[in-house]
């Protein structure tokens, strides 16, 4: 038989980039011409400093030749905070919380510095979250470690993370109280109850909300294809197969506090404190599916999609009307101890 060729002969060497890098280069000239722009207005004087234009061409250079590193740098450290508006006398960008213009000196009609953090913070510490743990696995070699020391160097290498560069971006870049993503200790023991309660209503709802997945995919791949999908996620789970492997009861009980305590509070202080909190200057309603959204597509799942999307949506409304993410950590908390047994004594839940 004839092997098969391009009748338009061999691929051409840019034919043969990976289409990955080809976006990612250009992700890259993107971002670095917005870093540029970006510090032309909020550092308008700076190239005329003695040596700041070295400091601009290594924020803006870094960005294109090493976007993982040096963006989120410039985003969430070198960065000015304050939103940003034309002047009326030169038209140019400047800071909307001056008294006058960067560039020109013009008075302006100020507003008052920005209480809270906006994306480019959030873009900021996710590129550090993601390539943190990047470096974390390639420095331990944890794709040659057993599930349970992968499970546990990640879960609380990412949930420390979580919780220190929020702390980070809350405290010393804003200037905001930990109250401000919902890190109160008022009134927390009503608060964890009421967690517990709704976090204990949320079994049935997770159930049927896998039952009504698999039902609408089956609509399109047959039932018994979405069935098969839906066991697949449940027995290639980490979680499970950690859980199914006989252990120690000492490996249990830390298995259960990092999935029960610093899983919840890692996950609720990012994800409610600082993903709600952003995108609530859109309206709650849109953070709340937003941020529902995108903590159940981080999970990577197809049919448990919208059971996770569903106890996201319960678990920011929850922290709306509280104003405490001690009730959402509380029912994150018994989601994940259901999770946990369920794996471990096998129940068909």
Known sequence: MMPLTSPWGPPSPLEQ?????????????????WVWRDIRIRFPRRHEESGAWLWEALLVGGTLVALPIFLPMYLIGARPVGAVTACPSCGRGTLSHRATCLHCGHPIAFEALPGSWGLGEVVGV?????VSLRVIAEG????????????????????????????????????QPLAAIGLTAQRWPWWSAVGVIVGAGMIPVSVAGERVAILV????????????????????????SVLRTPRSLLEVVWL?????????????VFFRGFIYNTLRRWGWVWAVILSSVLFAAVHLQIVHFLPILLLGVVLAVLYQRTGSLVASMAV????NLIAALAALYNWNI
């Open 17 to 33: 980039v990976p289409i990955g890098l080809v976006i990612f280069i250009a992700t890259s000239l993107a971002a670095a011409i």
């Open 256 to 268: 259960l506090v990092l999935l029960c305590v610093l899983v919840p509070i890692g996950e609720e």
């Open 126 to 130: 996710v590129i550090a979250i993601t």
């Open 332 to 335: 994150h908390g018994v989601n």
């Open 217 to 240: 995919m089956g609509l399109f791949i047959g039932t018994a294809r979405a069935e098969a999908i839906a066991a697949s996620e449940s027995a290639n789970d980490i979680l499970a």
């Open 140 to 175: 331990t070699g944890l794709n040659d470690l057993p599930p349970f020391t992968v499970l546990t160097v990640i879960g609380v290498a990412q949930n420390a993370l979580f919780v220190l560069l929020v702390a980070y971006i809350v405290r010393r870049r804003y200037h």
